[in-house]
């Protein structure tokens, strides 16, 4: 019988995922993040509008909403923002990191042999401007743990090519 050992890892020499340089998203994604504010907001005016429009009790109040659509609108823009900035992907010998995040950043590391399935998606403004959206699902889940938007889309079909390699590879060696 072999003798049992359980030898401690010394943390501090583990290789920092903090280290890896991340590709950022394509800059013409930015247009389609504003965009998509632009509607949500868009909305938001045309029903306090009418609501003011409609229902004079609300008028004495109109100037406090929209002090506060404002600031509300331009906080949204900067938070977009600084999550766009901070947003970066890169596929490594053995696995797919995705940071992003505006407040508190998140990092999602997925090893490929997790990976059950690779699909690309295009928004009517993302496919005008050439980009696409990888989803990268693992088992035991009804939506993508990592989503990668902004991505040119001859990039993304590259990407789900390597992926979906990788998830044949595993599945030969499994066999």
């Known amino acids: 019988m072999e003798d049992f050992t359980n030898e401690t890892i010394d943390t501090a020499s583990l290789p920092r995922f903090e280290d890896v340089e991340l590709t950022p998203l394509q800059p013409s994604y930015i247009n389609v993040i504003r965009l998509n504010i632009g509607i949500t907001f868009g909305i938001i005016a045309m029903v ?3 609501g003011f429009y409609f229902i004079e009790e ?3 109040y109109w100037l406090y909403v929209a002090i506060a659509y404002t600031a509300i609108l331009l906080l949204t823009i900067v938070i977009a923002t600084v999550r766009f900035r901070n947003s970066g992907f890169a596929f490594r010998k053995h ?10 950043l998140t990092t999602t590391i997925i090893p490929y042999n997790r990976v059950q ?5 295009e928004g009517w403004l993302s496919r005008r401007l050439g980009l696409a ?3 990268i699902f693992t088992a035991g889940g009804q939506k993508s743990d ?3 938007p902004g991505i040119d889309k001859d990039q993304a ?3 789900k090519q390597l992926l979906m390699g990788k998830i044949l590879k595993e599945e ?3 066999q």
Request: aromatic share 4%; proline share 3%; net charge negative.
């Open 157 to 159: 079909e590259r990407i």
């Open 117 to 121: 399935h690779v699909a690309i998606e």
């Open 146 to 148: 990592i989503q990668i």
């Open 58 to 60: 609300l008028q004495p």
């Open 172 to 174: 030969a060696d499994e």
């Open 133 to 135: 959206e990888v989803d």
């Open 95 to 104: 696995d797919v990191i995705y940071r992003s995040g505006a407040i508190a």
């Open 48 to 50: 306090c509008g009418a």
